[in-house]
């Protein structure tokens, strides 16, 4: 299942604030670049985007698999997570790694 609305960040509007003031964390498999949210736009609950490059998996399949995977195992770790606006950049392994070893990369990356 996805994550609901209003906890969805638009890459079209926020990638390049993200990434001017953004601090970066590097995880065995995922990369965070974490950022406060602006004065404008302060709510209560973290805002996540989720981005994956062609160069990581070619095949839409695989993408779209990884992306599927990633946003569960954020579901199941929302509550741990204070809010910011955080763009999370999931690696290539993610398709074959298992689910306990992605959720305590996960809480590691999201406690740093």
Known sequence: MALA???RLSLRFERDRLNKVG???FGK?????VADTPENNKSQSPRLA???SKKT???ATDRNKI???TSALVEDIFSLISPKDYLLIPKKQVLIEDHQSLI???KNIFSK
């Open 5 to 7: 609305r209003a906890h």
């Open 23 to 25: 601090k970066t964390v």
């Open 29 to 33: 498999f995922f990369t965070l670049v």
């Open 50 to 52: 989720i981005l994956l």
């Open 57 to 59: 998996a070619p095949l």
């Open 67 to 69: 992306k599927r995977i």
């Open 104 to 106: 305590e990369d996960l």
